[in-house]
């Protein structure tokens, strides 16, 4: 079993329930949903779209997967999720904007943001004592040939390339894209996700997902509102 600290929008955010069906899966209820209606795509190309996205559920990384370290419990993750949600206060992304990064498609911050990065960090930080060392298969599992000296210091300190000055805030919505899509996909991503694109967004919820097994979709564990640990809400 693995868990990952995530961002993610409550269940009933309009946000989450958009990304939810352009995913075809709510990772609250762990149910696939219906495509959007009128789609340019076939369920086929959808399927094949979103197939990575849809396994981890919509969701920004801030603590990447993990299984739990010998001698630590569900339990005491638990407890320490809800004291870290209690420490940090929400704050407000001020623009989003769709990007591609590389070969897929994400939203992401349209400029730095300051908040963003010291709560992931904190998150890197704090629950770095509950992970369990990285196994062989899943250090190459992140090609460390293609990664960059630091980025491959980092995999190997903190189990994810991808932390502090190397971190990049995204929400995912598509795995690779092949070039000749491209240019459509954009399209009726920037067309679905209009009513969030070059809006602010909240940052009041961190989401604790859980893997049950290697390869399971990831669902929601529980979510809880920054800044108060007395609210808690279990999908």
Same mark, same amino acid.
């Given at each position: 079993?693995?868990?990952?600290?995530?961002?993610?929008?409550?269940?009933?955010?309009?946000?989450?329930?958009?990304?939810?069906?352009?995913?075809?899966?709510?990772?609250?209820?762990?149910?696939?949903?219906?495509?959007?209606?009128?789609?340019?795509? @076939?369920?086929? #190309?959808?399927?094949? /779209?979103? !197939?990575?996205?849809?396994? *981890?559920? &919509?969701?920004?990384? =801030?603590?990447?997967?993990?299984?739990?370290?010998?001698?630590?419990?569900?339990?005491?993750?638990?407890?320490?999720?809800?004291?870290?949600?209690?420490?940090?206060?929400?704050?407000?992304?001020?623009?989003?904007?769709?990007?591609?990064?590389?070969?897929?498609?994400?939203?992401?911050?349209?400029?730095?943001?300051?908040?963003?990065?010291?709560?992931?960090?904190?998150?890197?930080?704090?629950?770095?004592?509950?992970?369990?060392?990285?196994?062989?298969?899943?250090?190459?599992?992140?090609?460390?040939?293609?990664? @960059?000296?630091? #980025?491959?210091?980092? /995999?190997? !300190?903190?189990?994810?390339? *991808?932390? &502090?000055?190397?971190? =990049?805030?995204?929400?995912?919505?598509?795995?690779?894209?092949?070039?000749?899509?491209?240019?459509?996909?954009?399209?009726?991503?920037?067309?679905?996700?209009?009513?969030?694109?070059?809006?602010?967004?909240?940052?009041?919820?961190?989401?604790?997902?859980?893997?049950?097994?290697?390869?399971?979709?990831?669902?929601?564990?529980?979510?809880?509102?920054?800044?108060?640990?007395?609210?808690?809400?279990?999908?």
């Amino acid at each position: 079993m693995r868990y990952a600290i995530y961002f993610a929008p409550p269940a009933d955010d309009r946000l989450s329930l958009t990304a939810a069906h352009w995913l075809g899966r709510d990772a609250f209820t762990g149910g696939a949903l219906a495509w959007p209606e009128g789609s340019v795509f @076939t369920p086929e #190309q959808q399927l094949a /779209l979103t !197939a990575e996205p849809r396994r *981890y559920g &919509f969701h920004g990384t =801030l603590k990447a997967p993990f299984a739990l370290a010998p001698g630590r419990s569900e339990a005491e993750l638990i407890a320490a999720f809800d004291e870290f949600a209690a420490e940090i206060e929400s704050f407000v992304v001020p623009e989003m904007a769709l990007q591609q990064l590389g070969p897929f498609f994400a939203l992401v911050a349209k400029e730095n943001c300051t908040a963003l990065h010291d709560l992931a960090a904190q998150a890197v930080r704090r629950f770095e004592p509950f992970r369990a060392p990285l196994s062989g298969v899943d250090i190459a599992r992140r090609n460390p040939e293609r990664l @960059t000296q630091r #980025q491959r210091e980092y /995999l190997a !300190a903190w189990g994810y390339p *991808y932390v &502090f000055e190397e971190f =990049l805030f995204h929400l995912t919505l598509t795995g690779p894209v092949a070039e000749e899509m491209q240019d459509l996909v954009r399209e009726t991503l920037e067309a679905a996700f209009a009513d969030f694109i070059g809006k602010p967004l909240a940052v009041d919820t961190v989401a604790l997902f859980a893997e049950t097994s290697r390869g399971a979709p990831f669902t929601v564990h529980s979510l809880l509102p920054l800044g108060s640990a007395s609210t808690r809400k279990t999908a």
